[in-house]
Nanobody, 116 residues
């Protein structure tokens, strides 16, 4: 079993930056990849970025390339999402997902609101 907890969301002005954190606990050795998704009001949840354990390989959804950076913390069970040049359309609940050997696990999400 894996537990996932996101943090770092909040209210940000357009053009600002934010770093979201995701911490996994439990059977973290079984985690293969960790990913960030987001879900804007009235829209489907969409993939932002993925990080593969071991190789630390990263990948991004095409629409997310450039302003989003996924990285691993010094603790291997922690993943960050750096978001720069925030736009109002980035307003969404950002979720972290851990893909493990026996299934996948979502966090409860962290709200990011971009508004002046």
């Amino acid at each position: 079993q894996v537990q996932v907890l996101e943090s770092g969301g909040g209210l940000v002005q357009p053009g600002g930056s934010l770093r979201l954190s995701c911490a996994a606990s439990g059977n973290i050795l079984s985690i293969n990849t960790m990913a960030w998704y987001r879900q804007a009001p009235g829209k489907q949840r969409e993939l932002v970025a993925t990080l593969t354990s071991g190789s630390n390989t990263t990948s991004y959804a095409n629409s997310m390339k450039g302003r989003f950076t996924i990285s691993r913390g010094s603790a291997k069970n922690t993943v960050f999402l750096q978001v720069n040049s925030l736009k109002p359309e980035d307003t969404a609940v950002y979720y972290c997902k851990a893909n493990a050997a026996k299934g996948f696990y979502w966090g409860q999400g962290t709200q990011v609101t971009v508004s002046s």
